[in-house]
């Protein structure tokens, strides 16, 4: 049953992505503002959370960011699903704004570290680098049934190689010492397994590997913007994460490191507030106190 699903979401791609970007941008945010009002999953969570995130804002514009998300959300969505049609016309839906670093460290054959958050369409960023002939290897979690058929054929489409978050560190040590680019996202609550940063002004527990691995190796973070644009396409472009002025102390330096990429997220977000997955838990964490 999960392959005939999924063969049907590729026929159905395949028809709808031949017809102008407008037809599945406008259909996604039909489908976005059909969740909102019938199937709301998750709304609490999200309102919660804009809350947090925006307390200046009276309850009237915190509903009105939420609309837009699960409006931005539906559009997403649908491109996800369709990105092994899309791969065939990538240049309807994704422009790369700014590849000099990336171009540099392909030439130099250098690894980097590309740290993203849940912010405009990750799984594009994937598709988009891969085509376009980068060393990318997201550092992925594996999933069930058809989740997971989905998933393998999305990351099929964009020629990359995947790694299990749960490999060896040394194994994506090696990928970086040969060149390849590791995509992480950075942005969930790790819980007790992260290190302690503020979001939004809210503490909470990040993901280390971004800082591990810069720690470990030596290259460059860049922080990845894939933002969808008036244009009905995503622009994609980096930012170079400041790795300078370390303490030494490495526990220190994991919590500087994974707090300076949260605050180029949290930039983003705040201008993009609508483009930001909100569904997740992002405060659940307690500190823990001797």
Not at 62 to 68: D, E, F, P, Y
Not at 102 to 127: C, F, P, T, V, Y
Not at 172 to 186: C, E, I, P, T, V
């Amino acid at each position: 049953m999960n392959r005939i699903i999924l063969t049907t979401l590729h026929g159905l791609g395949a028809i709808l992505t031949r017809l102008p970007r407008r037809v599945t941008w406008v259909m996604g945010q039909a489908l976005g503002l059909m969740i909102h009002y019938l199937a709301p999953i998750r709304k609490k969570v999200a309102r919660a959370n804009i809350a947090k995130a925006f307390p200046e804002l009276n309850a009237k514009e915190q509903r009105k960011i939420l609309r837009r998300c699960y409006r931005h959300f539906g559009v997403a969505t649908l491109d996800i699903l369709f990105i092994p049609n899309w791969s065939h016309r990538l240049h309807a839906v994704a422009t790369l704004d700014a590849a000099g670093p990336l171009d540099a460290a392909r030439k130099d054959g250098q690894g980097l570290i590309l740290a993203s958050g849940h912010l405009g369409n990750w799984e594009m960023n994937i598709l988009a680098l891969g085509k376009w002939g980068y060393p990318l290897v997201p550092v992925v979690k594996s999933q069930k049934g058809l989740g997971e058929l989905l998933a393998r054929s999305i990351r099929d489409a964009s020629g990359c190689d995947t790694i299990d978050r749960k490999a060896p560190i040394r194994q994506m040590l090696r990928l970086l010492k040969q060149g390849n680019f590791l995509g992480l996202a950075s942005d969930q609550e790790a819980l007790g397994k992260g290190t302690w940063v503020n979001f939004f002004g809210q503490g909470s527990s990040r993901f280390k590997g971004v800082a591990t691995f810069h720690l470990s190796s030596g290259v460059p973070i860049y922080f990845v913007r894939c933002l969808l644009g008036a244009d009905m396409r995503y622009h994609i472009d980096f930012v170079e994460v400041e790795t300078g002025a370390l303490t030494g102390d490495r526990e220190a330096d994991i919590t500087t490191l994974t707090q300076r990429v949260m605050d180029l997220l949290e930039v983003e977000v705040r201008q993009h507030p609508e483009q930001y997955f909100w569904f997740h838990r992002l405060w659940k964490s307690r500190r823990q106190t001797a």
